[in-house]
């Protein structure tokens, strides 16, 4: 399941899953309008009609079907949401009476009924002329059934559509239509290279209206995935809604950025999309293989900020990814990686970035042994790594937290730790570990809170020194007013992430 806080826009049982027609690629512009700059661009009055004509053409809309386990009980809010989205699209159909896919054999006053089949809708975009289309996985899901439509109009008749290549892990999928249609396909950007601020603009279908078309900015980059840990989002107030599924995200230049993927469930204005520079590393393996075999090395890494960086006595202009976890017997282990260590270049390709440290073991195939070079406490090293196939299977840990109550007499952090116990391990599903350091609650806006700390972390060490009870860690925090903690967290899928956290008291 996703995040309490995140939902995957358009994952409703029984709507509308948004499928986008093709975004069309043909550049319409002049030589003038190609070479001015980037901000006369943005006072064009007419450059959000220019995109929606350039783009809306090439996006689908999706419809599945699949079999229902259950039929949905009376009252059920389910039930209502399933009565509106079906009266919507009876509306659409004139109320000439058409069968729904849900109508019951026999049933011929155009009303349709909560049959054997759930239906719901979704967003996609052509990115080859032969008729492949993009979406999110959950889009697709399990779909006994997939229809496509590249218009609304009452006249089209649904082309079907076929799975050939799915990633979960990054909830992308591939569908291959047959059409006699002409199919353009999209132009993909550089998400690399976004910047916060950039106008950008979502197509989808959003709860079945069908074509639609909202503008708005790039509010942030490398947002967390909670239930996607293989990619960070791009946060857009571009408003997105449950059936914007799939649908593409788009600069100005009318370049797919990112595949609108989930929403932020309490609020307005806060919708995520997977940047499209990710997406491009899988697609060669999804259309040649129908899935994605990644390679795996056992460590997990973040980005280097400078604050960190000047903990760690480098310099603030490095740009590599920070080794915050390396898994025991495996084959980072195995070459002599550490906790803190920075990944410089992998298979001879320069790393920058936690991106780029994915495409590069991805690129390498599995069972090769490459150089893989380093540099610990300031000192460039080079290894060699043996590349294995990435498991499957996460170990699985509740997201349940022990209440803390203690108070500490000592100087304030901004929250409330107490001693990992065996009972406090069972409870959060931690295994390996019998001794550590817990955190139990932060206070609001306090130091703990700023820095990123959650309740039910498990801090493992205090400036590179290993930490194992309470006591032990205010010997440390006492002396000094900035720390470098690393710090051992449960995602919502019960896999485990290390981050590596400056707790700044000051």
């Known amino acids: ?48 009609v220019k995109l929606a004509k350039k783009i809306v053409p090439s996006v689908v809309n999706i419809s599945t079907f699949t079999s229902a386990k259950a039929q949905l009980a009376p009252g059920n809010p389910d039930d209502l949401l399933h009565r509106f989205f079906e009266d919507m699209l009876r509306q659409r159909r004139g109320g000439r009476g058409t069968p729904s896919p849900n109508q019951e054999p026999g049933d011929d006053d155009g009303e349709p009924r909560l049959g054997p089949k759930a239906m719901s809708l979704g967003t996609g975009f052509i990115i080859d002329a032969s008729g492949l289309i993009l979406t999110n996985n959950h889009v697709v899901g399990d779909a006994d059934e997939i229809k496509i439509s590249f218009t609304e109009s009452e006249e089209e008749v649904p ?61 942030a980059k490398g947002r967390l995935a909670p239930d996607f840990p293989l990619a960070k989002y791009i946060q857009t107030d571009a408003p997105i809604n449950p059936g914007n599924s799939g649908g593409p995200l788009v600069n100005l230049k009318g370049e797919v950025i990112g595949i609108n993927n989930a929403i932020e469930a309490r609020a307005q204005g806060i919708g995520f999309a997977i940047p499209i520079s990710t997406v491009k590393l899988v697609l060669p393996q999804l259309r040649t293989k ?44 195995k070459a002599g990686i550490k906790p803190y260590d920075l990944i410089l270049e992998f298979d001879g390709k320069p790393v920058r970035s936690h991106s780029d440290l994915i495409a590069a073991v991805t690129a390498v195939p599995v069972g090769t042994s490459v150089p893989v070079k380093i540099m610990r406490s300031g000192k460039e090293q080079s290894l060699t790594i043996a590349v294995i196939q990435r498991p499957t299977g996460q170990q699985k840990a509740p997201e349940k937290k022990k209440k803390g109550e203690k108070k500490q007499g000592r100087i304030d952090t901004g929250m409330i730790l107490e001693n990992l116990t065996p009972e406090i391990a ?54 000094r007013k900035s720390f470098l903690l690393r710090i051992r967290r449960s995602d919502p899928q019960g896999g485990d992430g290390f981050l590596v956290i400056v707790l700044d008291l000051k």
């Open 1 to 48: 399941m996703m995040h309490p806080k995140v939902l995957v826009a358009g994952a409703f049982l029984l709507t509308t899953l948004m499928g986008a027609s093709q975004l069309a690629v043909a550049d319409k512009t002049t030589d003038s309008e190609k070479t001015s700059t980037s901000a006369s661009v943005q006072f064009d009055p007419n450059i959000f």
């Open 290 to 333: 129908g899935s994605v075999t990644r390679g795996y090395i056992g460590i997990l890494v973040h980005e280097l900020t400078p604050e960190i960086a000047a903990k760690l006595n480098l310099s603030k202009n490095i740009r590599a990814p920070l080794v915050s976890q390396v898994f025991a017997g495996e084959p980072a282990d």
């Open 159 to 219: 082309t079907d559509g076929e799975v050939v290549g799915r990633d979960p892990e990054l909830d992308v999928a591939l569908i291959k239509v047959k059409t006699t249609r002409v199919l353009e396909p999209v132009i993909f950007g550089d998400s690399e290279n976004l910047e916060v601020g950039e106008y950008v603009i979502a197509v989808g279908n959003p709860f079945g209206q069908g074509h639609s078309v909202t503008h708005g900015i790039v509010s």
């Open 426 to 479: 069972t409870e959060m599903g931690i295994t390996g570990m019998d001794r550590g350091v817990v955190v139990s609650s932060t206070a609001y806006q306090g130091p703990a809170d700023n820095a990123g700390i959650l309740r039910g972390d498990i801090i493992l060490e205090v400036d590179r020194k290993p930490v194992k009870t309470v006591e032990e860690f205010f010997g440390f925090v006492n002396k």
